[in-house]
T-cell receptor, first 112, second 110 residues
Framework: DTEVTQTPKHLVMGMTNKKSLKCEQH?????MYWYKQKAKKPPELMFV???????INESVPSRFSPECPNSSLLNLHLHALQPEDSALYLCASSPGQFQPQHFGDGTRLSIL | DAKTTQPPSMDCAEGRAANLPCNHS???????VYWYRQIHSQGPQYIIHGLKNNETNEMASLIITEDRKSSTLILPHATLRDTAVYYC???????????FGEGTQLTVNP
């Protein structure tokens, strides 16, 4: 069982669609993360939120737009994605710095 | 960030100890060593972390050499459910960024 819940588990979208990925945690963690994982590759950090403010953006294209409405919720808004954006998108949270990250099981995204 | 080097794959017999090595020769004095694993179709799972001293929890033990240039993750009694990719990660100083390497695919055989 995972304490970080990601929805949907699977998403298929066209290149002109707009969709959002959702991540939720109720552990009181103040840091939340988005990672992207291509098939047979390690996860790569995309964004870090600390106390609901964006603290790290790893030069991610603007077609990915993160949002942290409150301390329990993290969204990733998707628009005009490319086929190469097909991947597993992982969300994680941690109490703070130098503390372990708890991961969800991801959203598997396919771009047609 | 300090770079880590791990063998791409290892095999272990069920019930035996699995010893997974990691080299991090450029580690800085205030960088931690973290271990995560990822079972197929799941998100990564935290296992253990340490700075200088050896650490043990209910999942595993972490042995860090005195010069901190390498470490070993020990799963004392491996089971089939321990089959996964194991990642050794050295955190950058802010602690916010985990940079995953290629990891070690551990296969536990019956």
């Amino acid at each position: 069982d995972t304490e970080v819940t990601q929805t949907p588990k699977h998403l298929v979208m066209g290149m002109t669609n707009k969709k959002s990925l959702k991540c939720e945690q109720h552990m009181g963690h103040r840091a939340m993360y988005w990672y992207k994982q291509k098939a047979k590759k390690p996860p790569e950090l995309m964004f870090v939120y600390s106390y609901e403010k964006l603290s790290i953006n790893e030069s991610v294209p603007s077609r990915f737009s993160p949002e942290c409405p409150n301390s329990s919720l993290l969204n990733l808004h998707l628009h005009a994605l490319q086929p190469e954006d097909s991947a597993l998108y992982l969300c994680a949270s941690s109490p703070g710095q130098f503390q372990p990250q708890h991961f969800g099981d991801g959203t598997r995204l396919s771009i047609l | 960030d300090a770079k880590t080097t791990q063998p791409p794959s290892m095999d272990c017999a069920e019930g035996r100890a699995a010893n997974l090595p990691c080299n991090h020769s450029t580690i800085s004095g205030n960088e931690y060593v973290y271990w995560y694993r990822q079972i197929h179709s799941q998100g990564p799972q935290y296992i253990i972390h340490g700075l200088k001293n050896n650490e043990t929890n209910e999942m595993a033990s972490l042995i860090i050499t005195e010069d901190r240039k390498s470490s070993t993750l020990i799963l004392p009694h491996a089971t089939l459910r321990d089959t996964a990719v194991y990642y050794c990660i050295v955190t950058e100083t802010s602690g916010s960024r985990l940079t995953f390497g290629e990891g070690t695919q551990l296969t536990v055989n019956p």
